[in-house]
T-cell receptor, first 116, second 109 residues
Framework: KAGVTQTPRYLIKTRGQQVTLSCSPI?????VSWYQQTPGQGLQFLFE???????NKGNFPGRFSGRQFSNSRSEMNVSTLELGDSALYLC???????????????FGPGTRLTVT | GIQVEQSPPDLILQEGANSTLRCNFS?????LQWFHQNPWGQLINLFY???GTKQNGRLSATTVATERYSLLYISSSQTTDSGVYFC???????????FGAGTRLTVKP
């Protein structure tokens, strides 16, 4: 079974630009979550999508947004990039939650974004 | 929200030594996972262990949910075990996974 894939793997952008990152979950997984990892803040939750609906959003400004398509693939977008947005962006997929059970999350290789 | 604390923050071992990494969490959880982050940044799943004990080769993990902690044991460590180990937890009512700050393990030959 193919794992979680993320594209692109590396990206360099300039302040003020916008960027779109893509995540393809494991086949059959309908939940996709996004995380930001920085040396200062560690791993922080951005948002989660399940069946095309955003179920929760972390404490990030509105410049960070996402969406999920009917095939469960997800994209996240960051507008008006700032230097502090330089980070590793990780996507995870899972079966989601059912009857009080939270299924295991599997992570992709990440997209390393550098903002100059 | 749930607080997750990992200890120790850094650990240096000689090859062949054993180690124990600890994860404390501040509230009851429905999911707990241990990950190893490789040098390229990918989080590799080690254990999905909201409670109980599991073993996989030289690695094992125990979660005592009632006392809100989990332990990751690494036996006969190898240089390839080096990297950062993360503990992460989730609650049913909170739709986000909370990570600890990680334990950076260095195994010297």
């Amino acid at each position: 079974k193919a794992g979680v894939t993320q594209t692109p793997r590396y990206l360099i952008k300039t302040r003020g630009q916008q960027v779109t990152l893509s995540c393809s979950p494991i086949s059959g997984h309908r939940s996709v979550s996004w995380y930001q990892q920085t040396p200062g803040q560690g791993l922080q939750f951005l948002f989660e999508y399940f069946s095309e609906t955003q179920r929760n959003k972390g404490n990030f400004p509105g410049r960070f947004s996402g969406r999920q398509f009917s095939n469960s693939r997800s994209e996240m977008n960051v507008s008006t990039l700032e230097l502090g947005d330089s980070a590793l962006y990780l996507c995870a997929s899972s079966l989601g939650r059912l009857a009080g059970v939270i299924y295991e999350q599997y992570f992709g290789p990440g997209t390393r974004l550098t903002v100059t | 929200g749930i607080q997750v604390e990992q200890s120790p923050p850094d650990l240096i071992l000689q090859e062949g030594a054993n180690s124990t990494l600890r994860c404390n969490f501040s509230d009851s959880v429905n999911n707990l996972q241990w990950f190893h982050q490789n040098p390229w940044g990918q989080l590799i799943n080690l254990f999905y262990i909201p409670s109980g004990t599991k073993q996989n080769g030289r690695l094992s993990a125990t979660t005592v949910a009632t006392e809100r902690y989990s332990l990751l044991y690494i036996s006969s460590s190898q240089t390839t075990d080096s990297g950062v180990y993360f503990c992460a937890v989730e609650r049913v009512n909170n739709n986000d996974m909370r990570f600890g700050a990680g334990t950076r393990l260095t195994v010297k030959p």
